[in-house]
């Protein structure tokens, strides 16, 4: 009883280690990785305030006539706006050592965004231009060292690597050769294993493809759901879902021998209960919760941590009434505790234990949001549409945390562990203090 209240207080503390970060000073091994960081973002951030300052001419000098409209929007929530493409961003993605968001947009470029000053004053980013064409999706590599587009024009997918200079600084090279082009309709969105086994791409008719990492057709999954809305790989690197016209969820298993070698795809299970098209899914980081979102004006959260060969199915934990449409996402976070459904131009955040709605943002973009993710701590929320790109606070994610060790006080027995919890307790909140407390920009 003792020892499993205690392993569950491990768990719980390993989840709230971005907790307690913010209270505890950076050890040495942090240090020296932000020296390393910085130099890989000097060179080439001058090189970005360069060109924004000659844009910034060119915009004075277009006179009052044309001026742009910007589009304003603040939020005791928001912790930064990311500013730096000329374009509207469509896609978004953390790098799985948690140092990396990029971004693309219709200006020919890749950003890549240090997520460490986040909460500073001046956001640092890298470019890799996309010669002759625009990416409209972007996922990091499972090492963080690569990075793979959806290109507009090419209509197939491009590998960037990015290798380090000798000064320690980054900089970009395209593979010399692109992916060939097999998708008759729109791409929706491209993944690489976890595992480094595959790539995946998934487009609006009812078509997945499975790649090696050379660019190698290894198979093709028709979903039978008339048309697609969305797919993705599970974080495991394990499973391939989609969803789309029909009521359901489809998730498959891609399965490789001992050796590696790519065997074949196999129908995993299905998420059953909604009763129209799904818009969208995610998946908590263990892959063992997912979230969707239907036309049927509701989320479901579903416990997936299933052994489908054995016969046993996902079942639904929540149905909670929320607004979506036509291109919402939805996001989960890693440990699954916040749930961000988006409409149009706003974004809803759910507390997924209870279903409470607990943050309401609206107009966060001029237009439509594209893309939506937690990074991977869970501290944060990002979300794209215009050119800016919107950081929040995860302040639900902190506020759940919370509530769960205030739960375990109630029921710890042992005087030591009591007080564990209490010191954690009041940690966890003076950082959410802290957080509510900041300045936004
Ligand atoms: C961004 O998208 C909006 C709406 O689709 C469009 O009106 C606008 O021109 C786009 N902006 C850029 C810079 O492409
Ligand atoms: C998932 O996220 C939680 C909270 O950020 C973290 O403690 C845990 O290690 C992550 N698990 C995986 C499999 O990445």
């Given at each position: 009883?003792?020892?499993?209240?205690?392993?569950?207080?491990?768990l719980?503390?390993?989840?709230l280690?971005i907790?307690?970060?913010l209270?505890?000073?950076?050890r040495?091994?942090?240090?020296?990785?932000?020296t390393?960081q910085?130099?890989?973002?000097?060179?080439?951030?001058?090189a970005?305030?360069?060109?924004?300052?000659?844009?910034?001419?060119q915009?004075?000098?277009?006179?009052?006539?044309?001026k742009?409209?910007?589009?304003?929007?603040s939020?005791?929530?928001?912790?930064?706006?990311?500013?730096?493409?000329?374009?509207?961003?469509?896609?978004?993605?953390?790098?799985?050592?948690g140092k990396?968001?990029?971004s693309?947009?219709d200006?020919?470029?890749?950003?890549i965004?240090?997520?460490?000053?986040?909460?500073?004053?001046?956001?640092?980013?890298?470019?890799?231009?996309?010669?002759l064409d625009?990416?409209?999706?972007?996922r990091?590599s499972?090492?963080?060292r690569a990075?793979?587009?959806?290109?507009?024009?090419?209509?197939?997918i491009?590998?960037?690597?990015?290798?380090?200079?000798?000064d320690g600084?980054?900089?970009?090279?395209?593979?010399?050769?692109?992916?060939?082009?097999?998708?008759?309709?729109?791409?929706?969105?491209?993944?690489?294993?976890?595992?480094?086994?595959?790539?995946?791409?998934?487009?609006?008719?009812?078509?997945?493809?499975?790649?090696d990492?050379?660019?190698?057709?290894?198979?093709?999954?028709?979903?039978?759901?008339?048309?697609n809305?969305?797919?993705?790989?599970?974080?495991?690197g394990?499973f391939?879902?989609?969803?789309?016209?029909?009521?359901?969820?489809?998730?498959?298993?891609?399965c490789?021998?001992?050796?590696?070698?790519f065997?074949?795809?196999v129908r995993?299970?299905?998420?059953?209960?909604?009763?129209?098209?799904v818009?969208?899914?995610?998946?908590?980081?263990d892959?063992?919760?997912?979230?969707?979102?239907?036309?049927?004006?509701?989320?479901?959260?579903w416990?997936?941590?299933?052994?489908?060969?054995?016969?046993?199915?996902?079942?639904?934990?929540?149905t909670?009434?929320?607004?979506?449409?036509?291109?919402?996402?939805?996001a989960?976070?890693?440990?699954?505790?916040?749930?961000?459904?988006?409409d149009g131009?706003?974004?809803?955040?759910?507390?997924?234990?209870?279903?409470?709605l607990?943050e309401?943002?609206h107009?966060?973009?001029?237009?439509?949001?594209t893309?939506l993710?937690?990074?991977?701590n869970?501290?944060?929320?990002?979300?794209?549409?215009?050119?800016?790109?919107r950081?929040?606070?995860?302040?639900?994610?902190y506020?759940?945390?919370?509530?769960?060790m205030?739960?375990m006080?109630?029921?710890?027995?042992?005087?030591?562990?009591?007080?564990?919890?209490?010191?954690?307790?009041?940690?966890?909140?003076?950082?959410?203090?802290?957080?509510?407390?900041?300045?936004?920009?």
């Open positions: 009883m003792e020892i499993a209240a205690l392993a569950a207080l491990t719980l503390l390993g989840a280690v907790l307690v970060a209270a505890v000073g950076r040495k091994e942090e240090i020296r990785e932000e390393e910085a130099a890989e973002f000097a060179a080439e951030a001058s970005v305030k360069g060109s924004q300052s000659k844009k910034q001419k915009e004075k000098q277009r006179g009052r006539k044309d742009p409209t910007q589009h304003t929007f939020h005791p929530l928001l912790a930064a706006s990311l500013k730096g493409h000329s374009g509207n961003v469509t896609c978004l993605d953390f790098s799985s050592n990396y968001l990029a693309c947009a200006d020919r470029t890749v950003r965004w240090s997520t460490k000053d986040f909460l500073d004053r001046e956001h640092k980013c890298l470019r890799a231009n996309v010669e625009h990416a409209t999706l972007v990091f499972p090492d963080s990075f793979i587009t959806w290109l507009a024009n090419g209509d197939c491009r590998i960037f690597k990015m290798t380090k200079k000798d600084s980054m900089s970009f090279k395209a593979a010399p050769e692109d992916f060939p082009q097999k998708h008759k309709a729109t791409i929706l969105n491209i993944g690489i294993a976890e595992t480094g086994k595959f790539i995946m791409s998934a487009s609006t008719d009812t078509c997945i493809n499975i790649w990492l050379k660019g190698e057709l290894l198979a093709s999954i028709n979903t039978n759901q008339i048309t809305s969305y797919a993705a790989i599970s974080p495991c394990r391939v879902a989609s969803c789309g016209f029909t009521p359901d969820v489809k998730v498959w298993e891609v490789f021998g001992k050796g590696g070698d065997r074949e795809v995993a299970f299905d998420l059953k209960g909604h009763s129209a098209g818009h969208a899914f995610a998946f908590s980081n892959s063992r919760r997912m979230v969707s979102v239907s036309k049927d004006g509701t989320w479901k959260l416990n997936t941590d299933v052994e489908y060969k054995k016969q046993q199915d996902p079942y639904l934990l929540k909670i009434p929320c607004s979506s449409s036509e291109g919402s996402r939805v989960l976070s890693p440990d699954g505790r916040v749930v961000a459904v988006s131009c706003n974004v809803a955040m759910y507390d997924a234990a209870s279903g409470k607990e309401e943002l107009g966060v973009h001029s237009v439509e949001i893309d993710r937690f990074d991977i869970g501290r944060f929320l990002v979300c794209s549409g215009d050119k800016a790109i950081v929040f606070h995860n302040a639900p994610g506020r759940a945390a919370i509530k769960d205030q739960d006080l109630k029921k710890a027995q042992n005087e030591a562990m009591k007080q564990r919890l209490q010191q954690q307790i009041k940690e966890a909140q003076s950082a959410l203090d802290a957080v509510l407390a900041a300045p936004s920009n």
